[in-house]
């Protein structure tokens, strides 16, 4: 179960920042599934809250525990909290951006895509800095 939930995470993470720059190539030749596939990717953004919530909830004590007790402790007080914090941004700013692109306001929702791309990076390297923490 935790091994589905982390590749559901990961994976949906990951699309988080594939699908946007397809919407930026896109966004200038505005063709007619461009509206649908922003829409899937706010609702991408939603749905990663699930499997999050879930580990989070389920499997979180013991990963705290096992990062505060690697050699870099303060992996999990500031990224790993960090992290959980942005995180809950990303459904936010993917939201505003496919809003921006049904209401036809395409070069506004350019920001916002580039938003949701790179905070969606970060998080993914947060990640990975709070499992060498643990790691190491």
Known sequence: MRDLLLFAHIIAGLALIA????????????P???KA???????????????SGKLYITFYPATKTLVKAGSWPWA?????ETKEHWGLLLPIIAT??????????????????????????????MGRVVKIGALK
Do not use: N
């Not at 999990?76 to 790993?80: E, G, N, P, R």
């Open 19 to 30: 699908f946007p720059i397809i919407i930026l190539l896109y966004l200038k030749k505005k």
């Open 96 to 125: 505003v951006a496919a809003g921006l692109v049904f209401t036809g306001k395409t070069k506004e929702s350019k920001k916002w895509w580039i938003l949701l791309i790179i905070l969606s990076a970060l998080i993914g390297v």
């Open 37 to 51: 596939f922003s829409f899937a990717t706010a609702a991408i953004s939603w749905l990663l809250l699930l499997p």
């Open 76 to 80: 999990h007080s500031i990224v790993m």
């Open 32 to 34: 007619k599934w461009l």
